[in-house]
Antibody, heavy 123, light 106 residues
């Protein structure tokens, strides 16, 4: 059974970088056709896709966040990471990692999710 | 960006009754729609993809329908464990999600 375990700080100061890790177990992080994804949900709002990295190393980011986001993968550590730069209070949210699968020759569906990390941006 | 709009915001249902949830896309997404169940302090759970295909292990009381811009999730006989928030997601372009419908006990 694939499991995603998140780690990282729950409090980040404004203008700093939010960094989260997601450790993958029960399946290979190098398997083809999976997309290692970050999604967030501000309180009282819907889910927002942040972006992903494929097993081949290609990135795809939400256009509204693209200038501040980097998603990377470390196959030796079986984990992938999110870096979100220059954060503000608007970046306060529950952050989830997920494994995406390309579906219907169209896009990505998320079968496995991490437990979520509440990140608050505050001084 | 494709905007997903769900209705109603809240649905009050008695156990054993049918629940019908709607999701509308701002443009044609064919059948590239998924539904998730999301409970407090839990990760979202994939229910449906391809608008009508149940994910692995999802009970048959969950069914999805629709294509283009109008979609429906039906729970035929609500069980106690089904109460929570349901959200739709389109994957015709980069993924976007609806705001969610909260299914609560009547």
């Amino acid at each position: 059974q694939v499991q995603l375990q998140q780690s990282g700080p729950g409090l980040v100061k404004p203008s700093q970088t939010l960094s989260l890790n997601c450790n993958v177990s029960g399946g290979s992080i190098s398997s083809d056709n999976y997309y290692w994804t970050w999604i967030r949900q501000p309180a009282g709002k819907g889910l927002e896709w942040i972006g992903h990295i494929s097993t081949s190393g290609s990135n795809y980011y939400n256009p509204s966040l693209k200038s501040r986001v980097t998603i990377s993968v470390d196959t030796s550590k079986t984990q992938f990471s999110l870096n979100l730069r220059s954060v503000t209070a608007a970046d306060t949210a529950m952050y989830y990692c997920a494994r995406g699968a390309f579906t219907g020759s169209a896009g990505w569906v998320f079968h496995y999710w991490g437990q979520g990390t509440l990140v608050t941006v505050s001084s | 960006e494709i905007v997903m709009t769900q209705s109603p915001v809240t649905l009050s249902v008695s156990p054993g009754e049918r629940a019908t949830l709607s999701c509308r896309a701002s443009q044609n997404i064919r059948s590239n729609l998924a539904w998730y169940q999301h409970k407090p302090d839990q990760a979202p759970r994939l229910l449906i993809h391809g608008a009508s295909t149940r994910a692995s292990g999802i009970p048959a009381r969950f069914s999805g329908s629709g294509s283009g811009t109008e979609f429906t999730l039906t729970i035929s006989s609500l069980q106690s464990e089904d109460f929570g928030v349901y959200c739709c997601q389109q994957y015709n372009t980069w993924p976007t999600f609806g705001q969610g419908t909260k299914v609560e006990i009547k």
